[in-house]
């Protein structure tokens, strides 16, 4: 659901960042190691997409802080280097998955969705199935009975999120924090009128109740 891109290169940064937001995440963009561990300690983080050659903070040092921390956010590093030695030491420094450069953009949303995948405890199957609502994560589509939902990816995030939480609420802080950027204001009604939107596309009869002071659940 949520990315942090770390790329020095701020143009190939920007068309990673716009073109997984196109398929479905929250990202935000660093382009330097300490603004990468920065970002990672104030917000949680499912995928890291970790440039290796980092400024200030080699990409290396990021993922050695990660595993020492135990962090639970998932590795895929980036790298012009495409020998098995360089595959090996990115993998035996914590790496979760490992992409050279360059690569074909439909294979990257693919790793970062498995990796997505595999950082829920426990990990999430690629079906997602509730009241007659059916989520497919890694085709992107929603059916209700049958029928197409046609979400946007916001929409779509929002209630892969709450089948996810399988009949718990989940609060709108909660859904701001994981379905919207770093950059999202926390007193916007950007949750309420997504769910207004999402509520109509599901029709009747409703299925997402609203839980007054505590969230969401469907």
Request: aromatic residues 4%.
């Given at each position: 659901?949520?990315?942090?891109?770390?790329?020095?290169?701020?143009?190939?940064?920007?068309?990673?960042?716009?073109?997984?937001?196109?398929?479905?995440?929250?990202?935000?963009?660093?382009?330097?190691?300490?603004?990468?561990?920065?970002?990672?300690?104030?917000?949680?983080?499912?995928?890291?997409?970790?440039?290796?050659?980092?400024?200030?903070?080699?990409?290396?040092?990021?993922?050695?802080?990660?595993?020492?921390?135990?962090?639970?956010?998932?590795?895929?590093?980036?790298?012009?280097?495409?020998?098995?030695?360089?595959?090996?030491?990115?993998?035996?420094?914590?790496?979760?998955?490992?992409?050279?450069?360059?690569?074909?953009?439909?294979?990257l949303v693919s790793r970062v969705r498995a990796l997505r995948?595999?950082?829920?405890?426990?990990?999430?199957?690629?079906?997602?199935?509730?009241?007659?609502?059916?989520?497919?994560?890694?085709?992107?589509?929603?059916?209700?009975?049958?029928?197409?939902?046609?979400?946007?990816?916001?929409?779509?995030?929002?209630?892969?999120?709450?089948?996810?939480?399988?009949?718990?609420?989940?609060?709108?802080?909660?859904?701001?924090?994981r379905a919207w950027d770093a950059h999202a204001d926390p007193?916007?009604?950007?949750?309420?009128?997504?769910?207004?939107?999402?509520?109509?596309?599901?029709?009747?009869?409703?299925?997402?109740?609203?839980?007054?002071?505590?969230?969401?659940?469907?």
């Amino acid at each position: 659901m949520r990315v942090l891109v770390a790329e020095d290169e701020e143009v190939l940064a920007a068309l990673v960042a716009t073109g997984l937001r196109r398929a479905g995440f929250a990202v935000d963009t660093v382009h330097s190691g300490d603004a990468a561990l920065a970002h990672l300690g104030l917000h949680d983080y499912d995928v890291v997409v970790l440039d290796r050659d980092l400024p200030r903070l080699h990409g290396d040092d990021v993922a050695r802080e990660l595993v020492a921390t135990a962090s639970t956010t998932r590795i895929l590093m980036l790298t012009a280097a495409a020998s098995t030695e360089d595959r090996v030491a990115g993998l035996d420094l914590g790496a979760d998955d490992y992409l050279t450069k360059p690569f074909e953009f439909p294979e990257l949303v693919s790793r970062v969705r498995a990796l997505r995948r595999r950082s829920a405890r426990p990990p999430l199957p690629p079906t997602l199935e509730r009241h007659g609502v059916r989520l497919d994560t890694v085709r992107r589509t929603a059916h209700r009975d049958g029928r197409d939902l046609e979400l946007s990816p916001k929409e779509f995030t929002v209630l892969q999120i709450l089948l996810e939480a399988d009949g718990a609420a989940v609060s709108a802080e909660e859904l701001l924090e994981r379905a919207w950027d770093a950059h999202a204001d926390p007193f916007t009604a950007a949750v309420r009128v997504c769910m207004s939107k999402l509520r109509g596309k599901l029709g009747e009869p409703g299925l997402i109740r609203t839980h007054q002071g505590v969230g969401y659940a469907l």
